[in-house]
């Protein structure tokens, strides 16, 4: 998960901890804050730790990448994967309709 790096480590920084600290806290490894701090990667646990211990909402300190109009692409689903799911459909009624009515 990419996260904000820069608020990551102002946030340690305005608590005067080292990263030892942060990673005690955090219950993670000193390479693992460093990484984060580094390069804004983070497991989802790293980051619900840092949440919990900086006591601020994910939303803070994830990044939400932008999409462009461009980069979306448009599905397309064939007919005849309409009509066999709409066969497969009225299989499985007709076949519970027999067993549950014949059954009896």
Known sequence: MEINHKIVKRLRSDRNWTQQHLADACDISLRTVQ?????????????LSLCVVFEISKKDICIVPKVEPQQLQTVKVKPYYLLLILALTLGMMLGAFVTYYLMQ
Do not use: D, L, P, Q
Request: aromatic share 8%; proline share 0%.
């Open 35 to 47: 990484r984060i701090e580094k390069f804004g990667n983070a497991s989802t646990e790293s980051v």
